[in-house]
T-cell receptor, first 113, second 115 residues
């Protein structure tokens, strides 16, 4: 069965500092991994995905994520955080056998000025 | 990226009435659409998956007679909450997928309040 874990409910970082939001996954086949961001009372916005290829994936708004097969991780990163990055971030894995996306529990990112 | 439009964004209805929520893919054909429910400060709970022209596949514990899903075309899926009750109050989000390797694109969500 596919699953995604986001071990941190909340991440606090100062503006200008690098940020990392952690995600680990469990899949039975090839991992198809995604990151989404959600602002209050809004749907989810796609940030980036890993399907195949380079382990470092670059996405929207300066975010990137590193796929690490040995550690089964797909952590989201940004070199310099902005206050406007404060939001709820979801990691997801897609199960092609059942045509579903499985979401992590979400991590609230707080960027303080 | 692709755009998914969900309407209405907010609805208040009386207990016992039905509410329809629309989800449209504006610039692509969605082979699959998903309906989620999100409780405050929680993750998304998948309710059902719908493929165009076929019946929706509901997740365990989701009442198919309560949450009617219709995916009549490649650009439109609807979720109807029938005989709504206060416990149905929630944030409902749809998403659509274009093809086999596509990410899911999300609508802006619908805040349903049943009074």
């Amino acid at each position: 069965a596919q699953s995604v874990a986001q071990p941190e409910d909340q991440v606090n970082v100062a503006e200008g500092n690098p940020l990392t939001v952690k995600c680990t996954y469990s899949v039975s086949g090839n991992p198809y991994l995604f990151w989404y961001v959600q602002y209050p009372n809004r749907g989810l916005q796609f940030l980036l995905k890993y399907i195949t290829g380079d382990n470092l994936v670059k996405g929207s708004y300066g975010f990137e994520a590193e796929f690490n097969k040995s550690q089964t991780s797909f952590h989201l990163k940004k070199p310099s955080a902005l206050v406007s990055d404060s939001a709820l971030y979801f990691c997801a894995v897609r199960d092609d056998n059942f045509n579903k996306f499985y979401f992590g529990s979400g991590t609230k990112l707080n960027v303080k000025p | 990226g692709a755009v998914v439009s969900q309407h209405p964004s907010r609805v208040i209805c009386k207990s016992g009435t039905s509410v329809k929520i629309e989800c449209r893919s504006l610039d692509f054909q969605a082979t699959t659409m998903f309906w989620y429910r999100q409780f405050p400060k929680q993750s998304l709970m998948l309710m059902a998956t719908s493929n165009e022209g076929s019946k929706a596949t509901y997740e365990q514990g989701v009442e198919k007679d309560k949450f009617l899903i219709n995916h009549a075309s490649l650009t439109l899926s609807t979720l109807t909450v029938t005989s709504a009750h206060p416990e149905d109050s929630s944030f409902y989000i749809c998403s659509a997928r274009q093809g086999a390797l596509s990410e899911a694109f999300f609508g802006q969500g619908t805040r349903l309040t049943v009074v």
